[in-house]
């Protein structure tokens, strides 16, 4: 579905990515791992086309997108739940989710706002506050509430749940949980190792913008050293 090949990224004349590699299939959930700072958000970044790629090719379905404006890549069917979420502080939870309702990948969209609601009930109870009125978990559902509206092929979520309380971090991972048991292609950044072996299918883990592991969730879970030596755990 996606494939990101040798890719390069620069911050004026500082280089953040080394020859990025990623490949996720249809259905896969998928994950970036990595201390602060190596690279992760300008990867998602280089593949949305909000960064230009210097070097390398991105794939979505075939179809080379590197080049491509964002709101093209967008369309085509990656939906992102950016860090920091940045939801609409001055919308309610329901215009919220209306603002992002406008399906232009050309499919028929199976997101309705009532599916969302469905989703995530708390955002059904909360649908007449105001954005700025949101606890952080609760803006999280709602920046993934919004990204689902579009309708995406795959959806990317960059610090899924950072800074959020534990017993709200739980409500995400079961909520991508239920996103890949209905078929929903993902791509994860996050640091939560535990939370994200079970969920995900493969792995990457980024040092100085580029990858120096990959694998499945049983080779990250039986290498202590590896989680160790690259995330701290
Ligand atoms: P974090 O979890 O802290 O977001 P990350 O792995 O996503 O970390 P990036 O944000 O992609 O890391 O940063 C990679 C490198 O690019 C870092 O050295 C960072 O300082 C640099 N960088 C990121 N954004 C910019 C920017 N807008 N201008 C210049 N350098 C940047």
């Not at 593949?47 to 379905?61: D, H, N, S, W, Y």
């Not at 069917?77 to 920091?84: M, Q, R, Y």
């Not at 579009?150 to 996103?179: F, H, M, V, Y």
Request: with cysteine; aromatic share 6%; net charge positive.
């Amino acid at each position: 579905m996606l494939r990101v090949r040798d890719l390069d990224a620069f911050y004026g004349p500082s280089q953040a990515l080394f020859g990025m590699e990623l490949a996720i299939e249809a259905g896969q959930v998928v994950t970036l791992m990595g201390r602060n700072g190596m690279g992760k958000t300008t990867t998602v970044h280089t593949i949305m086309g909000l960064l230009p790629a210097r070097r390398g090719t991105v794939e979505f379905e075939g179809n080379r997108v590197e080049g491509l404006p964002a709101f093209r890549i967008a369309r085509l069917g990656i939906g992102l739940v950016p860090e920091g979420r940045q939801i609409f502080p001055n919308l309610s939870v329901r215009e919220n989710l209306v603002a992002a309702s406008a399906n232009r990948t050309g499919r028929p969209s199976p997101w309705t706002i009532a599916r969302v609601f469905e989703f995530f009930p708390r955002l059904a109870e909360r649908q007449r506050n105001m954005g700025n009125q949101l606890s952080g978990g609760e803006q999280q559902m709602l920046a993934i509430g919004r990204a689902l509206m579009t309708n995406p092929k795959l959806l990317i979520l960059d610090e899924a749940t950072e800074g959020l309380a534990p017993l709200i971090r739980q409500e995400i991972w079961s909520c991508l949980g239920r996103l890949k048991a209905e078929g929903q292609a993902i791509l994860v950044i996050d640091k939560n190792v535990s939370a994200l072996i079970p969920l995900a299918d493969r792995h990457h883990i980024v040092e100085k913008g580029r990858v120096v592991w990959a694998g499945s969730s049983q080779a990250l879970a039986g290498d202590k050293d590896l989680q160790h030596r690259y995330l701290g755990v």
